[in-house]
């Protein structure tokens, strides 16, 4: 049986990793400027094994609107090529066989607002998400309850506590959407 601690703990684990998958997806909407984030996560399939653009080589952006991919091994860069334009991130890599330049395109007022959009409904997302962990550590505390291991004033402290928690997470996911918000705002 599961302790009012236990059940806490791993609705936190959760909510962060929650948190922390929305921030990875915001990495990767791109915004004005060039940054390796964009396309460290692509997935390239590499001997069998689907392995991310940034184990296969390094990743630098040596100017503010060109990323240059340099692989540690050249006859996987039209793989990485492919991943990327399947990716449909708005740029087009250029390969010319011994790194690939992606050069970086100023973004249209209707692709910032579609970004915009995206990015919402990651936000969304991530919300429901944590709304979700947010009931289930409240159904245990309130089984727990049933069962007579915990008191009402425990299930109630616990549902106080998992409301903060819940409140805090979705906060964070706030004030990411309102940085993103401006940064792919920004001119």
């Known amino acids: 049986?599961?302790?009012i601690e236990e059940i806490m703990l791993e609705?936190?684990?959760?909510?962060?990793?929650?948190?922390?998958?929305?921030?990875?997806?915001?990495?990767?909407i791109r915004t004005g400027k060039a940054s390796p984030s964009l396309v460290e996560n692509i997935t390239v399939d590499y001997y069998g094994a689907p392995t991310r653009i940034r184990e296969l080589g390094s990743i630098s952006s040596p100017e503010p609107r060109l990323l240059v991919i340099n692989a540690y091994d050249p006859s996987i860069l039209?793989?990485?090529?492919?991943?990327?334009?399947?990716?449909n991130l708005g740029v087009t890599p250029m390969n010319d066989g011994k790194v690939i330049r992606i050069p970086i395109p100023e973004l249209s007022e209707e692709r910032r607002g579609d970004l915009v959009k995206v990015a919402k409904r990651y936000a969304e997302e991530t919300r429901v998400a944590v709304r979700n962990l947010?009931?289930?550590?409240?159904?245990?505390?309130?089984?727990?309850?049933?069962?007579?291991?915990?008191?009402?004033d425990?299930?109630?402290q616990t549902l106080d506590s998992v409301q903060k928690l819940t409140d805090t997470h979705t906060s964070k996911v706030d004030s990411m959407l309102t940085a993103k918000e401006s940064e792919i705002s920004e001119i």
Do not use: P, W
């Not at 922390?20 to 990495?27: D, G, I, T, V, W």
């Not at 039209?78 to 990716?87: L, P, V, W, Y």
């Open 134 to 152: 947010r009931r289930e550590a409240n159904e245990h505390a309130k089984t727990l309850q049933k069962n007579s291991s915990i008191t009402e």
């Open 1 to 3: 049986m599961e302790s």
């Open 154 to 156: 425990d299930r109630d």
């Open 78 to 87: 039209g793989e990485i090529e492919k991943c990327i334009q399947a990716a």
């Open 11 to 28: 609705t936190e684990e959760k909510m962060n990793k929650s948190v922390a998958f929305y921030h990875e997806q915001l990495s990767g």
